[in-house]
């Protein structure tokens, strides 16, 4: 089943990958919360991120070491645990090789899509969660 919308986590020094994720995921039908396009200017942004959070059916992490030492990054990662709409509906995207178990040991629990090898790989990985093939637009 698709997502009604998937919230997507990540550190903003990995914002170029981020950007890629999200274009993906919208590209192929998937309603996508990503800060650098859904928050705007005077927002109260952690205001924006729990509204988010609150709203959306999906939760991806995507993991670097970039992420793995921002507090917001955990933040989201541990409203996520906690809230029983998303168990089976976590997606840890691992972007870079790193210590995600710092963030939570749960993590090594979850299938890992994995992106270091190959971009094309990756996205055909993620987008099989719904279902879905991948098409390089």
Request: net charge negative; charged share 20%.
């Amino acid at each position: 089943m698709l997502p009604q919308e998937i919230f997507l986590s990540h550190s903003s020094s990995d914002r170029d990958f981020a950007d890629a994720v999200a274009k993906t995921l919208r590209n192929h039908g998937i309603p996508t919360w990503y800060s650098q396009t859904n928050i705007l200017g005077a927002q109260q942004w952690q205001d924006e991120i729990g509204e988010a959070l609150n709203r959306c059916d999906w939760f991806a992490i995507i993991l670097s070491p970039n992420s793995v030492e921002s507090m917001w990054v955990k933040r989201e990662l541990m409203f996520a645990l906690n809230a029983n709409k998303f168990a089976d509906k976590i997606v840890p995207i691992l972007f870079q090789p790193c210590e995600f178990n710092t963030l939570s040991w749960t993590l090594s629990l979850f299938q890992m899509i994995k992106f270091s090898d190959d971009m094309g790989n990756g996205f055909r990985e993620l987008l099989r969660t719904w279902g879905l093939g991948y098409r390089n637009l």
